[in-house]
């Protein structure tokens, strides 16, 4: 995986007028587009969107500050269609526009070229066990939260709270098959799994896929597959963001599996009374390399 994002890098710097290839990288590298893209969010703190538009901006500004080229020519050499298009986009990353900084030679933000590197990490071993599980459904009440990646998500609690405690008592009374117990489920994520974009986040159960879903509750069908299940426990929801960070800089790199599109899981074992402790296990759809 290093070596394949290593080479996602070296195809952005190939490409800096135009958009990368990602699917035909992915498919010559014998993974897919939904996991490269995944890891690179998750190692990089960035989406493969984002760190484009931030190298591109970089290698433009060069041209900006030589002024041997009109600003529409630079602009169409990076995938632009307007110097207007060109100069929001130079803005967003450099804060000045681009008439500003060819007066003033700056100033200017560059965004190093990313190199990904094997540390040797992972001395504390990762508790985790492989669910092959048939076709399933996910039943409960969902929203539309933005995807936080640190802290407790207040979108998702003020959801949770809003619910009567009538509801959470009824769900647990509909779950009869794995993942058990209530469910944080989080669904429809961005390929770049960037901050603040919107997913589909439901509190809910886990039910067998021939169990009918009362019409007034959200329901995710989720097909036959394996899952890798990490579990757990210390202070919440810290140990267990770290423990989703691990299996992206660590996991993934050193075990032949890799992410499937699919609905990612929650089940909290147990806890404190006032939760800032639990043990969880996430569930993570995955399949072989």
């Known amino acids: 995986m290093i070596s394949a994002l290593n080479r996602l890098v070296d195809l952005v710097e190939e490409h800096l007028g135009e958009e990368p290839d990602v699917p035909a990288l992915a498919a010559r590298l014998g ?124 979108h998702i609690q003020q959801h949770i709270t809003a619910l009567p405690q009538e509801a959470h008592a009824r769900l647990k009374s509909l779950s009869d098959t794995e993942p058990a117990g209530l469910l944080q489920v989080c669904d429809d994520l961005a390929p770049d799994n960037a901050e603040d974009t919107e997913l589909t986040y439901l509190h809910g159960v886990a039910v067998s896929a021939d169990t009918s879903a009362p019409d007034d509750l959200d329901a995710i069908e989720v097909p036959a597959g394996t899952w890798a299940v990490f579990r757990s426990s210390g202070p919440y929801p810290e140990a267990l963001q770290t423990t989703w960070a691990a299996t992206a800089a660590e996991w993934f790199p050193s075990n032949p599996w890799r992410l499937r599109p699919g609905p990612s899981i929650v089940t909290v074992l147990n806890r404190t009374d006032d939760f800032t402790t639990a043990t969880t296990e996430l569930w993570l759809p995955v399949e072989p390399v």
């Open 31 to 154: 993974t897919t587009e939904y996991h490269l893209r995944r890891m690179f969010s998750s190692l990089a703190g960035m989406p493969l969107s984002e760190y484009v538009r931030r190298r591109r901006m970089t290698v433009a500004a060069a041209d900006v500050v030589r002024g041997e080229n009109d600003l529409l020519s630079i602009a169409v050499r990076y995938g632009y269609g307007s110097t207007e298009a060109f100069g929001r986009a130079f803005r967003s990353v450099h804060g000045a526009a681009p008439r500003d900084v060819r007066s003033a030679g700056g100033p200017l933000r560059t965004q190093p070229q990313l190199r990904f590197r094997l540390t040797v990490e992972g001395s504390t071993p990762m508790d985790t066990r492989f669910a092959n599980r048939p076709a399933f459904r996910l039943i409960g009440h969902a929203t539309r939260v933005p995807l936080i990646h640190e802290g407790v998500n207040p």
